[in-house]
């Protein structure tokens, strides 16, 4: 048996107890987990709420961490295989779930950025194909993958990066991160129909949607209104804190050269997103990004799961 943070049925949170330690398979290494984050992602599969959850309870929470191989070698993993999950003391991983930590990265700070910042990087480098001096909109900025994505879309060179929120404090914040303009979407909604078609007059060539609902609604409206057939859109949809589905024209669509995808798993291959992961940790040790982290022990797993963090990452040490 092993210590975990294990989730009883949908709806509660997980809880610091006993569970079956893991048998390795063929091909399986083990790893001895050291650090995972409380992510959307695993509050989500936790509670049965993501479509990528698959598990039958009881199950460990948790998607991503970092740990040690048998062999001494630190390693991010992803995904562990149901009823298995990253918040324990043990997993077993193939080598293509895992890779190597840079040694100028911490296990702490390899849990803390790669959940929120693989978002961005999969949507500007596997989907948007981002080039230099391009604009860039993200929509849901204030939010900890949002606000990571403004970190990345500098780092790979937009020309100018345009951030959505709601909340003030957080979208005051958003320049020091490199972003040149900000959209409130607490304004009326005149004055966001405003900044939107003002945005677009100028140019947008990649959305990074991390909301969906009526403000990606707006941003599409916007750029039919505004259209630019020199200058195609790449919308990548991310997210959907702000619903789930909208009404699309299809009069939208054929106004101007709009591109729709989305970035999530699924839409980007096992293989991509592992080596996305590995290249974010890379660029880490290079150059750190700006992330709030708090540290909690897994035995107090029930309590952090239930605390509203905000932006701040939290982290199980185990």
Do not use: C
């Not at 949002?146 to 320049?175: C, H, M, W, Y």
């Not at 669509?253 to 999530?264: C, H, I, V």
């Amino acid at each position: 048996m092993m210590k975990a943070a294990v989730v009883q049925s949908a709806g509660q949170a997980p809880a610091y107890a006993d569970f079956p330690s893991p048998t390795p398979a063929t091909g399986q290494d083990r790893i001895r987990v050291r650090s995972a984050a409380i992510s959307q992602l695993a509050r989500a599969r936790a509670a049965g709420k993501h479509y990528s959850t698959a598990a039958a309870y009881p199950f460990v929470a948790g998607v991503d961490g970092a740990g040690v191989l048998d062999n001494g070698q630190r390693v991010y993993f992803a995904f562990p295989e149901a009823p298995y999950g990253a918040m324990a003391e043990e997993v077993m991983m193939r080598p293509d779930q895992y890779v190597p930590i840079p040694d100028a990265v911490d296990d702490i700070t390899a849990a803390a950025i790669v959940n929120p910042g693989i978002s961005g990087w999969m949507a500007l480098k596997e989907r948007a194909a981002l080039q230099p001096g391009e604009t860039v909109l993200i929509n849901g900025a204030t939010g900890g993958s949002g606000s990571f994505a403004i970190q990345l879309a500098r780092r790979f060179g937009a020309g100018r990066i345009i951030a959505t929120g709601r909340n003030p404090d957080v979208l005051s914040e958003l320049k020091s991160l490199g972003a040149d303009e900000t959209i409130s979407l607490k304004a009326n909604e005149d004055e966001q129909t405003a900044a939107f078609e003002a945005v677009f007059a100028s140019g947008v060539d990649i959305v990074l949607d991390y909301l969906w609902g009526p403000p990606a609604r707006k941003i599409l409206a916007a750029s039919a209104r505004i259209p630019d057939a020199g200058r195609a859109l790449r919308f990548v949809q991310i997210g959907a804190m702000a619903g789930a589905e909208i009404s699309l024209p299809a009069a939208w669509l054929r106004s101007r050269a709009n591109l729709l995808m989305g970035s999530g798993l699924g839409s980007v291959a096992p293989d991509r997103i592992m080596a996305s992961m590995r290249d974010l940790l890379i660029s880490a040790a290079r150059e750190p990004y700006e992330v709030d982290v708090e540290t909690v022990g897994l035995s107090d797993v029930a309590d952090a799961w239930q605390r509203d963090s905000g932006n701040r990452r939290v982290v199980l040490t185990v």
